[in-house]
Structure formats: structure tokens, C-alpha cells
């Protein structure tokens, strides 16, 4: 087999590049698509680690991939049924030394009991601070699908765009205007201060407005990452969030199933060491194990830093070069998957409560989970840190045998770069420990439960899936790394300075998480380049 | 009682209210500014430490006041005099190896030449984006209504002002705009501790670390003050801040206004949804026309506004504001000249920094975070005496510096927690300046709460409200205000709160008194 | 003081919904499980037959279970200052012991919901309604001498409404019923405890309201249905109530219109005026929430009107869209509630209509879909304005009510 033969080549088989290989296989292209690992899924993965326990042992759960993507790809079809799931659990140490716990529920008026136990304000104003979150939500879905606009272009297609964005920021009145330009600057924590009292409930919605960035909850800039609870949706139901049954690497093996499906190609142990360019061409690669594949077209399923480094820096623009040296990863969040030998109790949790079986959390306070960023600046990983504990197995039985469980557990903050030295077995083992000490604290029979685990500093991450600094965003999602700056002002359309090498991982627009967009706006961009329609 | 008819009163006699009442009353309006203190001024004021010394006890530097504004108002005339301008800035090190910030200019022994030629670099990148926003800080806040043509040429000017940068330049600032100081100044520069000393002008007065985003507004907020100060630089009027309201009063006098101190308004007089004038403590009422407030959003809107007049949205927004200073002030009086490390004694009358790297600034900030004092804060050092000898006895010197980051402690331990950090910063201070304990003469330090105390600044914030994107623009204070006018016909606002912000700028009172004139929205 | 049946006894992840406190009571007429749920209660939509419900109020006497209606408490020193400036009527001019409907308003003038205000005291008000919103009220509250209670689960009502509600009360031994006019309440006692009664209703009909501490409900309950046994008293639901209330004219939140604490979409808030309610809003007693946004929208002409609409066909017109033509090619509003009114005989509907249709003086038409069985059909019915309420006989005022 020559490679020839292809149209274009994609580098990685992470979820966005196997969108981006789907897209464009379907588009009448001949794709391959080159994996450094001997697995394709990237961060989108389905691991066995331990006996018969299966960990999704990077990304976790599933609910921001774009409905339309799934549908037009037909991954229903290939194999992936995502179970959505009810429930979360806040459990709340009370300054007797006794415990309790709030849970979330899909029922209102359920959650509105659980609330109003605490604070019968909040429960009603953490009504309206849903409502905020859903008006903010409605404005910013539809721009995930679309390319940037480059604001200092006078091209037609750059002006419309900036057109439209305005159109849809005016559309929101004045009043929903200024306050959209609040939501994106604030901390969250400030903004969860403007609507909630009780400390609870507001560490349980903060937390996940740090993860993957480096900053903490009274950066500001953190309060729009709220969105990423209500930005997604399962069947119409927005803002739920639900398992990929097998695992998060089903959504990968959807992906790859229809790609082939559609005639494409997929070769592991195929990772990329240079790009080969000539005259600001793209011309192939140069894979690790010294082999040469011819291409000319590329698209760079890596991370900005990754794909550049790949290429001869003499070869690009001085000003890009030093751009992409400062696009900040950071990775600030390790991973810990835990076999368990049945279900753990938890504080405070009733029996019977169906809320284990949604987002764990022990996190007391905002001011707690400052402190846990305060460790992060001095270079150290939390002594109390933000902790997203799932237990996948209570919904999705293909995972743990019978009456086994695993628990995926979300650790932020952990830094790439410790102040006391590199990462080495031994520390990374002391941050294990670490985090199992911190869930025993609030679950008596943990240890006792306890069978195996899987510890993953930033660095294991950087080293597993290529993800620069382990940053799981393939870079933070700060103000002035997103839209039309990511990854770099000027090539945020999914473009490089070299002709032919193209960019469709969370680098790009819209950035993380499991959704695949920047796969499917890349794809479109190519084919836009090829004068090629794209399959809707 | 009415005791008398104005067609304008101003609440409080801060800088912000002086220039406004200069303004309004040379266009002929008939106004009287009450002042609740002694002393007008507000917080730029000069106030007798001990006997024959003499400290600015708010604001001690004169550095972002629009040139046009001190000669429309002919404030030399009235009497304001430069003791010092341009003064240098000295980033101290207890090792003595200190760096110099000298027009446009960086020195020291451990400041590479790549460092130089990097700061070179950034000082003109970061004076190109000022200059950019300089039309927006200096006039009224942009409307965001795009509904008359006039509007949205004003929105589109805005945008061309961005795009005139050239292509790059405006790409680097839509990037820039959103990152925080301290990762800006890491692309930059190498050596820390000119790190931390650039960063200090980001974050003197404002409510976080160089890891907020946000930052480099602040930042830039500053050098667009020193662009339009006509050159001046940092400069130190002669006789403390105080001297400066002094020749604002004047100004104002000269052209009519009146001024009342000891005066503390009770409330504002509304009727039929109107503002009729105000009521002080002593019963005593006073009809306008209009009533301008100087005193702070929650100050106007919380106590001095009945709620019966405000919706609920409204007083909502005014809560939220975030208005806790983290900024406390240090006077001392010292019998002599203090040696600090790596000052030669003719640099005394330098600006000194105390922000050893970027890390230990954000080590000072922690703390307040949890209402807690730090150990080690950052400040910012100036000795007027060195420049102006009228402050203070022969021989002797004063010190005011400002200290970052304090609580707003309003426990119960206040008093013992001020007594306890005043040694912290004392002893702080004894490794920077050796024997700088033993001359101390007089003490005092000001904590947010006692700022909120002396000025009647509610938070004792010196901005009123924090200077961050969320408040800044059409969102400062609240969008209800950011033009100046209130929800209350003939109730407008002009303090620091207001669109641009705080510092010593009277371009809140100008632009406030341009929209009482004009009479509208 | 909570309603304890045993499932309400049960954890929020088994049972998220209470039951009433009159749930044990009338549990024995239930026969057909048509529950639904308001406000996290139990409630019925019929207990039996919603047609025989409707005609027991417009002919009998027939009882709602009207607790899960929301009911804050607001007593203090500066109740009568807090009050008028939340909502748009004038407090000031209502007398202690008097009940009025109203609606209130956020800072832009849109509606945060309607309901009632019945002055207990001259510093005791009791606000009804049906969302919560204990948020807004304590934000109101800042710079007022207030305390607000939410006391929904402390207090059981019911409403008894009909031409003989008078008589069933009065047998009660509520001696002095008969005299309480429209829109006033008194203070009566019941074996022993206090029984407050409002002549109020949401049925545009003769009827009461009658207000408890939750712990007398059952025994409240059986001296009603006692003394009612020999007039046909019987329990409705919440279907019965939607058709007298639409005869009425009344207007449902989350039916005609959504709180402006709930809308998404830019534009789907509304203000009393567009919900035809002026007559609320005074806009000279002063200062009020929402007001100056009230005066700049009066400087407009209204873009938008709920009215009532007579459609001429006898199928009811649920959720029709409405045209200005037969052809149906431009739209020009929408119908929120429709019925088949059984006893005007008249096919009637809430519907909004844009300028100029809703002064009534141009022709409209109503595009219908019929389910016919098992197959949907087009109608288009030509329909016309016409004044709200439908049906407001004399008895509804008449004081004191007939003895029948």
C-alpha cells in the first residue's frame, strides 16, 4: 500500500481527528489517519487496567459532543449509546463534625427540597441562576460550529461573520448584552456570590468551572465555564450529562467504525516526528519509526505546540513561533481510576439515595477550593483538592463485573511542574495516596474497598496521549486563548502558515472537551479550501 | 426648613465633586458642594500626622489628571504647585540591588541587556494600546445602543480606533486585552523582580493578584493616565494631595460655586421621581435643581437614596458591587533621612517599590483572600519630604506608602490585627532601610476599614468600585449609571465609581458636569 | 406546620412530591388518578368527572384544594411602604381586611407574576401566587423594617365556590358570612380555632376562600363536606377550574403568560399591559418597581394585547395560531386558552393579537387542527375581540348572596 493513494492524511486518532478523517472521507476524500499509540481514542479512551474493570481513563463522561456530528456520522449506528444519568452528591461536613449531603436531582421540585433544607433562598434563586446560564447558553452554542471571524480582516466571509456575531449579540438586548459581557469576566466565584449563600451549593457548581485552566474560583475569567453544564444535552434534556456505555472510548470506536465504514484508513504506532515542508508547502511526514508518507494535505489532530514543533521553525513566520512558545497548557488536573470491590459508602449520603450515581464532590467551600489553587501557584498539588468522583459502573454494567465497581475520580489541581522536583514514581504514588486519603475522609469502608488504581499525573497524561503539559483542553480556555485567538490570533481558522497543514484539535476553536467540533470546523475549512461541500 | 435654593448640589467634596462644581459653576449654575469631613479634599487630602508633619492621607501621587482639565481650570493660578514631577521609580531589593525605571528607561546591575531591550519593547507596545484606549477612558463611557446613526458611528469609531493599531498591533491587543499581567510579563522578561516592580503599577489599589485576569487594564489604565497628564509623569504637588483640592475649591469658588464643609447629607430629596435637593444630619434642607453625588454607588443608592424610589434589580446590582479595598495606607514620621538599600540619599524622593518577584506579590495577595493579613506585603514608598520641605520640621521626613493586600477586617480583633501588622510591615520595611525602626517617630496605618472610616468611601476601596471588565466601561459602575445619570431624574453621579475609575483624574467630574449641562441621558 | 401523611414522611429521592394537608381527607373521592402536580403537590386534575365539577360551581358548590398555592407573610413596621412599592396597585389606599389582585414587576416593567394581596392588619399582608419567589421579596426588602415568611406549608385553604357557597358556609355556623362583600375577609372560629374566610375565588363566580392553620384541615374538611352533604358540595380538580376560569376571563401564569424570572428568549416577558391589566397599575400613587420602565413603554403604542375572542365554531381552539386572513398569510397572535364554554354556550379563548387587531376591528381568522380519529384536520374559523370577562353573573356581587 503506497500512501499515494490518500488525499489527505490525519495525524492522531483522538475524537476530533477522527471527526475530521469522517467529515472528509464522507466528503469523497481518501483519508488516513496516523495514531502514535497502539490504541486510537486519544483522551476519548476505554482502558483495561485491572482484571475485568474497564476505566475511561481520561475523559469521563459525555455531553457536550455536537448532536449534529453524532447524527451526521451515524455513531448511533456504530455502537455508541450514551445513558444519561441522574443524581450528585454534595456532601457537606457540619462544624459539629457531623455530615450530610446535598444531592441534585432531575426532579425540580425534588431538587428545590434538597436546596431549600440548606436555604430556601437559594433554592429559589439558584432557579434563576439556571435560567441566567441557559440565556447565556443560547448564545454561544451556535458560534461552537462556525469558524472565528478574524476581526482585523476586511475579507467579505470575515466581515459577515463578524456581522453575524454581532447580529446575535444585539439580538440579546441591551440589558442581556452588558450582562453577557459580566458573565465572561468574572470569577465564578463573584458571579455564584451574586445569586447564592449557601457555601455548599456554591462549591458544588464552582468546581467545575476551574477544571483543565489554571486559575481558581476567584479568577477572573472562570465564571462562563459554567456554561459546560448547561451547554450540553441528551436527548433535548439540556445541560444532562450521561455515560458512553463501554466507556468513553465507545465514542471513539463509534468514530472510527464509521470512518472505516466510509473507506477510510487507520494505521497505529504511526506517530509523527516532522512535518516534511517545502517552499511553505506541506509535503508529508517523517514518522518515528523513520518511515516517510507522502501527503498534501495534512490535518493536525496534535495540540498547537506539538504540530509546530513538528515543524522546521525556519519554516515559519518569527512572530508565529513565538506566539505558539506562549500558548499556555498548564495542565493543572491529574486523574486517579479506582477499582473497588463494591459500592463505598459516603457520609452523609442516605441509603438508597440514587445520587451516588451522578458527580461525587467534597469540596466545602469556594474559599476551600482557592486554597486548593493557592497549592497549584506555589507548584504542589491540593491538600484539599477539587475532587469529580463518578462511579460509571452503578449505571453501566459492562465495566466492573457483577457487584464491582470503578470509580473515575477528577483531581484538580495538580501540576504539571512540582516545586520540589521532576515527577517520579514515588511522588506520583504520594499523590495517589494522597487522593484516596482525601475520599476515605468522607467514605469510612473506601480502604476496605479498595483494589486497584490508576494514578495520572499531567505528566503521565502528556506522556500517554501527547497532550502537551497534560493540559486535557490541548490548552487552557483563558479570555485571550479563545475565539478568534485560538491558538493563535491570525490562524484561528483552523489554518497554518504552511499551505495544506491544517489544525482540528482543542487547540482550535471551540476548544475541549469531548465535542467535537473542532474536528467537524476543520473538516469544513478543508473542504472550503477544496471548493468541496460539506456532508450537513 | 429650606434654607437655600441651588440649581445644583454636589454631595462631597472629593476631587471628582471639586471639578465638577468648578465646571457647572463656570457655566453659569448656581452650586454648593457639602462636604461631610472638616476638610474637603475626600481622599486627596493633607493631613497634620504629628505636630509640623504633614502627610497626603489618601492618594499621595498627582500622575493621571488631564492636562486640559488643570489649565481649563486654571488650578496653577489657584495656587497648585509642583514640588517634584517625573519622579523615578526605584524597585528596592534587601540585598540593595535595586532597579531604576527612569524615562522609558530600565537600569540596574542584574537587568540584562536582553531585558532592556525587552522592556523597551513592551513600554512601547503597551503606551500604543493605552494611547488606543485613551479616548475611551477620557470621554463618557460608550453607549452600547446601536439604535441612531449617531450611536453606532460611536461604536464603529471605537472599533476603527482598534484596527488604525495595524493588523498585528490589533491582534496583540485583542490577546493582551484578556490575559493576566503575570503571564504577560513572563512572554517579556526574564529578571523577577523587574517583573513584580512593572506589576505593581497593574495591581496598586485593586482587589487582586498578577494572575487576574484583568490586569492589564488596570495596567493599561494607568500609562493612559500618565499620557495625558501633559508629561508630569508622576509628580507630587507642593503641600501634600491636599493642596490640590485646595486649588480645585478655589477654582470652583473663584467661579461662583460654594462650599460648605461639616456638612454630612442625610438624605436626598426626591419628589414626584425627581431629585429636589438634600437634607443634612442637622435637619437642615437644601432645594436644587439637581443633586450630583461624589460619594460612592452603595453610599448614594444604599443610605442616601430612600429605597422607595430604586427598583429591586437595581439595589441588587448596587449590592453585588465589589467594594472592598485591599489597599491600606502607611504614614510615618522619621526623624531623619532612612538609608534604604541601594538608594543613593539624593534618590530618596524616588517612587520605591517593595515587590521582590511576581510570586511573593501573589504570596501577599493570598491571604486577603480569606480575609486574613499577609506576612509579607507589597507597597509602594514615596517621601514628599524630600521634596517639598513644608511638610514637615527640619530634619525630619515623612513616609506614606501603600500596602497591599489587606483584609477589610471588620471583626472583632480589628484593632489588635492593626497594631500587630503595623509591626509586621515596620519590621518589613527595617530590612529594606536598616535602622528605619529607630527614626520612627509617629506611626499610623490605615487599613481598608479605617480608609472606609476617614473618607467615607463605603469598602474603602480606591477605585469605589473595583476597576475590572465586569465594571468597566458601559458596566461601571452599574449599566444603569455608566453615563453619569442615575434612575432618578436630576440625580447624577461623578466619584471613582463612575466610568473611567479611580485615581486622581477629575475626568468623572467633568464628564459628569458635561452631562448635567446637557441635561440628560 | 407540615400536612404529616405518611408519604410525605418518605425521603425526597422516593416521594418528591407532598401531598396536601386535605389529602387524607377527600383521598375516598378519588376515582379516577388523575393526579397532577403544582407547586410539589399532589393534586387532582379530576376527581371524578371535570364536567360535573365545572357545573357543581356554576350550579352548586364546589371545592378546590387550594394549597398548594404560594403565601408569603409580610408584617413589620414598613409592610404598607414595602408592599406598595412591590407591586402596582396602591397599598396605601387598602383597607385592613381586604383581599386585591394585582400584579408585580421587575426593574424593566415585565411581570413577574399576578395574584393577591389580602391586608391581615394594618402591618400583616399575605401574598398568594403561585410561583416562588422568596429571592425577589427579601431583595425588596433591603432598607424596609420586614420580615417575610414563606408560609405555604402552615396554612391549608380551601376554596368553596358556587351560588350555595354562601348557605353551606353560613350552616357552618359562620354567622356573618353573608355580609363580606367582594375582595373582603373576616376572622371566624371553627371548634374552637381560627378560621379566616375571603370572599375570592379564581371562578368568576359566588364563592370563598377559607384559610387555616394546616393541623385543623381534616377536621375543617368534614364539617364543610357535612354540611354540604344535602347540596351536592363536591371536590373539583384543576380541569373544572381551568374552564371556570377561562369563563371568568382570568388569566393563568405559565398559561398566558411566563414570569419574567423564567423567560429565556428575548421578547416572551410581558408588562400589565400587554396583559390587558392597566387597571392594576397606578401609576400615580408614586414610585414602584418596574415603574419608569412602565412610563417609557406608555409612550408607545402597545405592540401586543391579550384579549378575548369569540371563535364561530363550535371545537375548541387550543394553541391556535391566528391570521388576518382566511388564507391564513400573515399571523397576528395566538390563542393561550381556549373552551367550549358549557354554560355561555359560546366557543371562547384567550388569545394575544398584535396592533391593530386587538381593538377588534378588523376580521381575524384561527387555524385549528382537529385529531379526528386518528387523523388531523385543517380548520380555519373566522373569530372576533370581544370584552373579557365572558361570563360574570350578578351573584358573583351581590351582597348579601342569595339565600337559596
Known sequence: ?536 | MTSQQKDIVIVGGGHNGLVCAAYLARAGRSVLVVEAAAEIGGAARTRELAPGARVSSGAHLLHAMPDDLINDLNLTAHGLKLSSVRLNTVSLNNTGSSIVFADNTVSGAEVTAKDKAAFARFDKDMNRFAKALRPVFDKLAPDVSIETWGQRLELLGLGWTLRKLGRYHMREFLRVIGINFYDLLDEYFDNAQLKAAIAMDALLGSEWGARSMGSVLTYLYRLAGYQRNGGMGLALPEGGMGALSHALAKAAEAAGAEIRTGARVKRILIDDDRATGVELENGERIAAGCVVSNADPKQTFLKLVNPDHLDTGFIRRIRNLRSKGKAAKLHLVLSGAPAFKGVEAANLGSRMLIAPTMDEIELAFNPCKYKRYPTASVMEIIIASAHDSSLVSSGQHVLSAVVQYLPYDDTPEEDANRTAFLETVLDQLEQYAPGIRAQVMAAELLTPRDIERQFGISGGHWHHVELAFETFLFNRPVPALARHCSPISGLYVCGAGCHPGGNVTGIAGRNAAQQVLRGGH | MIANTANNQRPIFERPILETPFYESYKHLIQNDQYEEWSGYTTLASFANDGQEYFAVRNTCGVYDLCPMIKYDISGADAERYMNRLVTRNIKKMLPERVTYTVWCNDDGHVIEDGTVFRLAPTEFRLCCAERQIEWLLDSSIGYDVVITEVTQDIAALAVQGPISCNILKKMGFTGVEVLKPFQLGNFSLNGYDVMISRTGFTGDLGYELWIDAEHADDLWQALFKAGELFGIRMIGSLALDMLRIEAGLILVNVEYMSCFQTVRPNRARTPFELGLDWVVDMNKGHFIGRRALVAAQKNSLKRKLVGIDVDWNKQADGALLYDSKTCSRQIGEVTSALWSPTLKRNIALAYLDAPYYAGEKSMWAEVYLHRECQWERKVYECHVTPKPFYAPERKRLTPPEDL
Open chain 1, 1 to 536: 500500500m503506497t500512501t499515494d493513494q490518500y488525499d489527505a492524511v490525519i495525524i492522531g486518532a483522538g475524537h476530533n481527528g477522527l471527526v475530521a478523517a469522517c467529515y472528509l472521507q464522507r466528503a469523497g476524500l481518501r483519508v488516513l489517519v496516523l495514531e502514535r499509540n497502539e490504541h486510537i481514542g486519544g483522551a476519548t479512551t476505554s482502558i483495561s487496567r485491572y482484571k475485568d474493570y474497564t476505566y475511561s481513563n481520561c475523559s469521563y463522561v459525555y455531553s457536550l459532543f455536537r448532536q449534529e456530528i453524532a447524527r451526521t456520522l451515524e455513531l448511533y449506528k456504530y455502537g455508541l449509546q450514551v445513558i444519561p444519568y441522574e443524581g450528585g452528591s454534595q456532601i457537606i461536613k457540619n462544624p459539629d463534625g457531623s455530615y450530610d449531603s446535598m444531592g441534585t436531582y432531575w426532579h425540580d421540585d425534588a431538587n428545590r427540597r434538597e436546596i431549600e433544607r440548606f436555604s430556601p433562598r437559594d433554592a429559589n434563586a439558584y432557579e434563576r441562576l439556571n435560567r441566567d446560564i441557559v440565556r447565556q447558553c443560547r448564545f454561544i452554542k451556535p458560534l461552537l460550529m462556525r469558524t472565528p471571524p478574524d476581526p482585523t480582516s476586511f475579507k467579505p466571509r470575515d466581515i459577515m461573520e463578524l456581522l453575524y456575531l454581532g447580529k446575535r449579540f444585539y439580538g440579546m438586548g441591551k440589558e442581556q448584552m452588558l450582562e453577557t459581557i459580566r458573565f465572561y469576566t468574572m470569577s465564578v466565584g463573584d458571579y455564584l456570590n451574586e445569586y447564592l449563600e449557601n457555601d455548599a451549593l456554591k462549591s458544588y457548581l464552582a468546581g467545575g468551572a476551574t477544571v483543565g485552566t489554571a486559575l481558581g474560583v476567584y479568577s477572573p475569567g472562570t465564571a462562563y465555564i459554567l456554561l459546560h453544564h448547561a451547554m450540553g444535552d441528551i436527548d433535548g434534556t439540556v445541560g444532562a450529562w450521561g455515560f458512553a456505555r463501554g466507556g468513553m472510548g465507545s465514542v471513539a470506536s463509534a468514530l472510527n467504525d464509521s470512518f472505516l465504514a466510509s473507506g477510510g484508513h487507520v494505521r497505529v504506532n504511526a506517530g509523527v516526528s516532522k512535518f516534511i515542508v517545502q517552499n511553505g508547502k506541506v509535503k508529508g511526514m517523517q514518522l518515528e519509526n523513520g518511515e516517510t508518507v507522502k501527503a498534501k494535505l495534512v490535518v493536525s489532530g496534535m495540540d498547537v505546540r506539538r504540530t509546530f514543533n513538528a515543524i522546521d521553525s525556519n519554516e515559519l513566520p518569527a512572530w508565529v513561533v513565538d506566539r505558539v512558545s506562549n500558548f499556555r497548557f498548564r495542565g493543572s488536573s491529574g486523574k486517579v481510576n479506582i477499582a473497588l470491590d463494591g459500592l463505598p459508602g459516603f457520609h452523609g449520603v442516605p441509603e438508597g439515595s440514587p445520587c451516588l450515581s451522578g458527580d461525587i464532590h467534597i469540596s466545602q467551600s469556594l474559599e476551600e477550593l482557592e486554597l486548593a489553587y493557592d497549592d497549584w501557584k506555589a507548584g504542589r498539588w491540593s491538600q484539599k483538592p477539587y475532587l469529580d468522583m463518578l462511579i460509571p459502573s452503578l449505571i453501566d454494567p459492562t465495566m466492573a463485573p457483577e457487584g464491582k465497581h470503578w470509580m473515575s475520580v477528577f483531581v484538580q489541581y495538580c501540576p504539571y511542574k512540582l516545586a520540589a522536583g521532576e515527577w517520579n514514581e514515588e511522588r506520583k504514588q504520594a499523590f495517589g495516596e494522597h487522593i484516596v486519603d482525601c475520599i476515605s475522609a468522607f467514605s469510612p469502608d473506601f480502604r476496605s474497598k479498595f483494589l486497584h488504581m490508576e494514578i495520572r499525573t499531567p505528566k503521565d497524561i502528556e506522556d500517554e496521549t501527547g497532550l502537551s503539559e497534560g493540559n486535557i483542553f490541548q490548552g487552557e480556555l483563558t479570555m485571550d486563548q479563545l475565539m478568534f485567538n485560538r491558538p493563535i490570533p491570525g490562524y484561528a481558522q483552523y489554518r497554518s502558515p504552511i499551505s495544506g497543514l491544517y489544525m482540528c484539535g482543542s487547540s482550535t476553536h471551540p476548544g475541549g472537551g469531548v465535542m467535537g467540533a473542532p474536528g467537524a470546523n476543520a473538516a469544513r475549512e478543508v473542504l472550503r479550501d477544496l471548493g468541496r461541500g460539506v456532508q450537513q
